[in-house]
């Protein structure tokens, strides 16, 4: 069964830093895209970034680039996220998913229910001073 979970969330001022991990049990990352997502208070959920299975392919929104890094430890079943130069609009819970795929070497930021076939619980970072 897959089991993700999501750590290295808190609270981090303005321009400050943080590292976030995705770690995953119960099956094996190699075949798996890994996606973050992120949900801020009274909005939907929306995509972050995302790395195909080889890590190959990275894919970040346009309001992160520069800003976020993501990378992926296959031997270590662990997926991070390196924020910097945080805003407070990057306040929200966020979660990794994973997305089984075998064929092909490649992921998505679509954030919709069935786009990842497992999510994990989440973790909370709060950008204030």
Sequence with gaps: QLHLVESGGGLVQPGGSLSLSCIASGFNMNYYAIGWFLQAPGQERAGVACISRSGKSIKYV????????????????????????????????????????????????????????????????????
Excluded: H
């Design 62 to 129: 346009d309001s992160m680039k520069g800003r976020f890094t993501l990378s992926r430890d296959n031997a270590k079943n662990t997926v991070s996220l390196e924020l910097s130069s945080v805003k407070p609009e990057d306040t929200a819970v966020y979660y990794c998913a994973a997305k089984w795929n075998l064929i092909t070497d490649f992921c998505t930021l679509d954030a919709r229910n069935g786009s990842y076939d497992d999510w994990g619980q989440g973790t909370r970072v709060t950008v204030s001073s």
